[in-house]
Structures are given as C-alpha cells and as structure tokens.
C-alpha cells in the first residue's frame, strides 16, 4: 500500500460511536426531511399543495440547479471526482 504500515490492529468499537452515532445519524435524517419540505425545490418535487398544484419537471429542477444551486452542484461533482481518483489510486496494487 502507499503507507506500508503493515497488519491493522483490530479493536471493539468506540463507546461514543455506539451511543452518538446512531442518534445523531437519526438527527441528520430529519434536519433534511426538514430543508427539503421547506425549500421550493422539495416543494416542486413533492407536489405538495405549497406548488400552485404544478407537476415537477426536469426542466424546473434543472434551472434550480444550473442557476440557483450552481455552486454548491459544481462543488459536489469536484468533490466526487476527487473520491473517485483517490480510491483509484489507493486500490491500485503495486507492481
């Protein structure tokens, strides 16, 4: 591998891990149930009453993205492109 660091010792888990994870990932959870029932893109794509009764299109969702969520959609596409070269790189096996 790259660092060479030999056998990985195995351990138990984290005590905070097992009492904090599972909450806070419940926590997670609802805060984006949250923003995406508050914001006008889950409104348009849930079709709820809050949409003027309009369908949700591909064509709305796609001038949200492009033009109001522009930056945060390019950054998430760099971000993923950076995963996938690093995972890449660290499954390569040595030659």
Do not use: C
């Not at 060479?4 to 904090?20: C, H, P, V």
């Amino acid at each position: 591998m790259l660092l060479n660091a030999g056998l990985e010792e195995r351990t138990d888990f984290s005590k905070i891990a097992k009492f904090a994870g599972v909450p806070l990932g419940f926590f997670l959870m609802l805060e984006i149930a949250h923003w995406l029932a508050h914001s006008e893109a889950g409104k348009a794509i849930a079709n709820s009453p809050a949409a003027n009764g309009e369908a949700a299109s591909t064509n709305k969702l796609s001038l949200l993205l492009f033009q109001q969520y522009l930056f945060p959609f390019e950054a998430t596409s760099i971000l993923i492109l950076i995963a996938i070269l690093g995972t890449w790189v660290l499954a390569r096996k040595e030659e």
